[in-house]
């Protein structure tokens, strides 16, 4: 049985920084592509960040102030947040896709086979 479980969400004034952390068990982690994608209130779920074997992709709002990265040997996906802005504010879901690549479709949450149930950001003004 495959789990995804996110943490390291919470309140953060704007400027500030966190990390989230997602854990996968059940699958074997090296052989996925791994994404974060987030969903604020009345909103679509979006694509933030796609990290697969020597790969990663962002999305143009987080460019430069969010970055990815993997340990497989941890089974551990990571998401480091700094200069965070209020437009920040979401839920945040790990998801993990069946290939070694994310490939330019990384941000259609479609291709995505598992999902974590998220952890709330929020970022105050």
């Known amino acids: 049985q495959v789990q995804v479980v996110e943490s390291g969400g919470g309140l953060v004034q704007a400027g500030g920084s966190l990390r989230l952390s997602c854990t996968a068990s059940g699958l074997t982690f090296d052989e996925y592509a791994m994404g974060w994608f987030r969903q604020a209130p009345g909103k679509e779920r979006e694509g933030v960040s796609c990290i697969s074997w020597g790969t990663t992709y962002y999305a143009d709002s987080v460019k430069g102030r969010f970055t990815i990265s993997r340990d497989n040997a941890k089974n551990t996906l990571y998401l480091q947040m700094n200069s965070l802005k209020p437009e920040d504010t979401a839920m945040y879901y790990c998801?993990?896709?069946?290939?070694?690549?994310?490939?330019?479709?990384?941000?259609?949450?479609?291709?995505?086979?598992?999902w974590g149930q998220g952890t709330q950001v929020t970022v105050s003004s």
């Open positions: 998801a993990a896709r069946k290939s070694a690549y994310c490939s330019t479709s990384w941000s259609n949450r479609g291709r995505y086979n598992y």
